[in-house]
């Protein structure tokens, strides 16, 4: 399984370099098909629909600074590609991966002659903070409209100064009957494939492969018709596997079994069950499931299933979080099986969780309740004055560092949220609380 993961790319961009060595210099379907309006575009219907924001943008005329978040293959750079055109603006495009500071500047100085001019830049999450850096006043000043892509969090990889001047548009990946729909009209308008008889047999290995990504599953497509040698090319799951030279296993990343397996995995952990939540890791690794996704989940459930019964389970989903993140497949399935093993066997509690829903219930019944003086901060002369901070008792100087005061607001005095569970740990932190509280509160 190793040496198939690893590989698996490498065939798979080896076979659709060949195709498109072989047809006639044609480019591939992918940028055949590249639509040129708002209204050809497949899928986004959030951004693109009657009245959505994108379409406001074409009418109006007025274009902010963005950035695209989404996954590869859904749109991004044909989307800021037909805002220029349909705006009739200059429209100039670096590569964070090969561009620098240095070709940011002479854009910038050809953009001054230009106004309105937009700067597209691809997987702009790649650049430095002295890249993005150089961006700054050409944002500013309105010298360039700025269009990024990227498929990584711009909170966490774009600069707060430049984020805080583009609008941030989240594109989606392809749902299944946009993908359909997009191969339909590969079948119907492309002008090498509506020569030839197409019968789309079987679809799933297909949909599969492309993981909502429309320029993979286009070039995967072409790659298959290309491979059948018959007068009806016949598109079947089979076919598929063996021109990708990949065995695919039937997971639809964003249909019902995606929700039924991350479902039936997350309840196999909950269950006490590490055979079963292994299964079902297994399931969504063979898959091509994000690893990203799998350890977000075992996240969550670490905290919301497991708590102060075990709070090293806590510790560990973050740092399997953190790993999968920096190695990736294929090792990351070991790591990934390591916490699904722990977390599955260790001892179950969702106290904090009832606790934190309690608490946020009472928080909208009630409303902004003001906090007790005593617990209020009391930076200056006045508010001292005024008894903010008075009588506030400081736990640390009494003996084990516990002073019997209230902490809730005066009309939930003495509010209970979090009951702990019945297991080892929490008992220990259930004595403990009741020694302190028992005097004041009787519980």
């Not at 055109?85 to 429209?91: E, G, I, M, V, Y």
């Not at 001019?117 to 961006?135: G, Y």
């Not at 640390?396 to 607001?409: A, C, D, T």
Request: hydrophobic share 40%; with cysteine.
């Amino acid at each position: 399984m190793d040496n198939q993961l690893k590989t698996d790319n490498q065939i798979l961009n080896h076979n659709i370099l060949e195709l498109f060595n072989t047809q006639n210099n044609l480019p591939p379907l992918a940028e055949r098909l590249r639509p040129d309006a708002l209204e050809k575009v497949i899928g986004q219907r959030h951004l693109i629909g009657e009245g959505a924001i994108f379409s406001q943008i074409v009418a109006s005329g007025k274009i902010p600074s963005m950035i695209f978040w989404g996954p590869p293959g859904v749109g991004k750079t044909t989307l800021a590609r037909i805002i220029g055109k349909q705006l009739n603006r200059a429209f100039f495009t670096l590569s964070a991966i090969s561009s620098g500071v240095k070709e940011v500047r002479e854009v910038i100085e050809k953009a001054k002659y230009k106004p309105g001019s937009i700067l597209f830049i691809d997987e702009i999450h790649r650049f430095n903070k002295a890249q993005q850096d150089a961006l700054l006043g050409a944002v500013e000043d309105g010298t360039i409209v700025l269009i990024g892509a990227t498929t990584e969090n711009p909170s966490f990889e774009v600069i707060s100064a430049l984020l805080s001047r583009c609008q941030v548009y989240i594109l989606k990946s392809l749902e299944r009957e946009d993908l359909l729909n997009l191969l339909s009209f590969a079948i119907q308008n492309d002008e090498i494939l509506k020569n030839k008889r197409i019968v789309l047999q079987e679809t799933e290995a297909l949909l599969n492969l492309s993981g909502g990504d429309a320029r993979k599953l286009l070039n995967i497509f072409e790659l298959v018709i290309n491979s059948i040698n018959q007068e009806i090319a016949t598109v079947t799951d089979q076919a598929v596997q063996q021109v990708v030279q990949q065995k695919t296993v039937l997971y639809d990343k964003n249909g019902e079994q995606h929700y039924d397996i991350i479902s039936a995995f997350i309840k196999s952990l909950r269950g006490s069950d590490p055979n079963a939540a292994i299964y079902y890791l297994a399931r969504m690794i063979e898959g091509g499931e994000d690893p990203k996704f799998i350890a977000r989940r075992m996240l969550i459930l670490a905290s919301e299933d497991i708590g102060n019964a075990n709070p090293t389970a806590l510790v560990l989903a973050t740092n399997c979080f953190q790993a999968v993140n920096v190695i990736g497949y294929p090792e990351a399935r070991i790591v990934l099986s390591q916490t699904a093993a722990y977390l599955a066997s260790s001892p179950k509690s969702n106290a904090s969780y009832v606790a934190i829903e309690q608490a946020l219930d009472l928080v909208r019944k009630t409303g902004d309740l003001p906090v007790p003086m005593h617990l209020r901060n009391a930076p200056t002369a006045l508010m001292k004055k005024t008894g903010y901070g008075k009588d506030y008792q400081y736990a640390h100087e009494f003996v084990n560092n516990f002073i019997f005061q209230e902490y809730m607001p005066d009309d939930i005095a003495g509010t209970k949220f979090y009951e702990p569970g019945q297991n080892a740990r929490e008992n220990e932190l259930r004595q403990y609380l009741k020694r302190l509280w028992q005097e004041k509160y009787g519980y």
